[in-house]
């Protein structure tokens, strides 16, 4: 029999909104974040942190997570949404009312006020979506929704701000605030690669990487195939296949495994890293540290630089609701897993640059993915 391991498949005995199921990290759980072997030096060398840093920046961004649900009941109708500040190594929540502040700070968190509510701000941002239809500039690599500014941030391709960037941004400025970013970026791409001897899964000529275990299979990304469409495992036996897949609009998708195969809660580490135990998919802010397993480039960390953004991946496939990192990925990565601590996050989708010259990476939130499909994270 073959194990199901989440992020690879391993031929031994040992692949937006937040889900209810979610559960937050407990202290064993948090000890076992700070206990990872190889972790820290992991994150000193993509985030470029002395060892000292890393340790410090991990325990102050798992109390900012856990006080996410607290300050924002605290914040009420006012709550403006939530960020990480990494110089102050605090939880940030944006209020529209000075009123809601001190019950906000109350919890631990600090106050920002901000033009609009996260829920005015949501409704924003799904208006740019549906003012910019399909046909998008290929300049315009994605929006995202900032809580800071309250605006709707157009990222534009750095040197290729043109007529038609700026007809585009005046259409969908309708909506409300919109800011434009230029930024040093490629056009953003999915990260399916073809068929590639030795790794996780494989449908068709294409290779992927598997995201997390859920009871009775894994998920991963819906750019790797369509339902219905077959896999095959690590050695190239039969593996299972795809009961849902959505893409464009969303990248998600689930594989039911054929019997012989098993699920574990585990993210490979690739030796790099111990691997990691899967315990709930508690959500991490926008700020916080968060790294990647992937079958081409492995073990990768970055930072949660955006929540909800619209990525352009261009001929009219547009994914909406996705997560931006500053992690890079290649070719092969797409469906892995993105996890902080012991919490899962996401599935690998796309991004710009590599792992030599840098770039930055979107992800499907996870919880999403349980939601649409009705499935249950595997969790130690």
């Known amino acids: 029999m073959k194990v199901l391991a989440a992020a690879v498949l391993v031929a031994s005995a040992v692949a937006v909104p937040t889900q209810a199921m979610a559960v937050a990290p407990d202290q064993a759980a948090a000890d076992q974040q700070h206990a990872v ?51 102050r190594k605090k939880l940030v929540v944006g209020v529209t009312s000075s009123a809601a502040a001190d019950a906000v700070r ?44 309250g605006s709707v941030v157009v990222n534009v391709q750095a040197g290729k701000r043109s007529q038609a960037v700026d007809a585009f941004v005046a259409k969908v400025a309708k909506a409300g605030a ?20 030795g790794d996780p899964y494989y449908t068709g000529n294409v290779r992927c990487s598997i995201g997390f275990s859920v009871h009775g299979g894994y998920v991963t990304a819906g750019h790797c195939s369509g339902a ?9 036996s039969a593996q299972g296949v795809f009961r849902g897949s959505s893409f464009p609009g969303n990248d998600y998708a689930w594989v039911q495994v054929d019997s012989g195969w098993w699920t574990v809660p585990v993210v490979l580490g690739w030796g790099q890293v111990s691997d990691h135990l899967v315990r709930g998919s508690w959500e991490a802010p926008v700020g916080t540290s968060i790294c990647r397993s992937g079958s081409t480039t492995h073990w990768r960390c970055g930072a949660v630089l955006a929540k909800n953004e619209t990525v352009n991946y261009g001929n009219g496939q547009l994914f909406y609701g996705a997560t931006k990192t500053s992690v890079c990925a290649e070719g092969g990565d797409s469906g892995g897993s993105f996890i902080t601590g012991d919490q ?37």
């Open 344 to 380: 899962a996050q996401g599935v690998t989708s796309g991004g710009w640059g590599n792992c030599s010259s840098g770039g930055e990476t979107w992800f499907q939130p996870v919880n999403e993915i349980l939601n649409a499909y009705g499935l249950r994270l595997h969790t130690a």
């Open 37 to 87: 072997p190889r972790q820290v030096t992991a994150m000193q060398a993509d985030l470029g942190l002395t060892e000292q840093q890393v340790k410090e920046r991990l325990k102050s961004e798992l109390v900012a997570t856990k006080l996410v649900p607290a300050a924002q009941r605290a914040a009420g109708a006012a709550f403006g949404g939530t960020w990480y500040d990494v110089a």
């Open 178 to 197: 919109v800011t434009v970013r230029e930024v040093v970026a490629q056009a953003p791409q999915t990260y399916a690669a073809g068929t590639v001897g």
């Open 228 to 236: 219905g469409a077959r896999t095959r495992g690590w050695d190239g």
């Open 106 to 149: 109350a919890t631990g968190a600090e106050v920002s006020v901000v033009p609009v509510t996260a829920k005015q701000l949501d409704q924003r941002k799904a208006a740019v979506d549906k003012l910019a239809g399909k046909a998008v500039p290929a300049a315009v690599s994605g929006w995202s929704a900032d809580p800071k500014t």
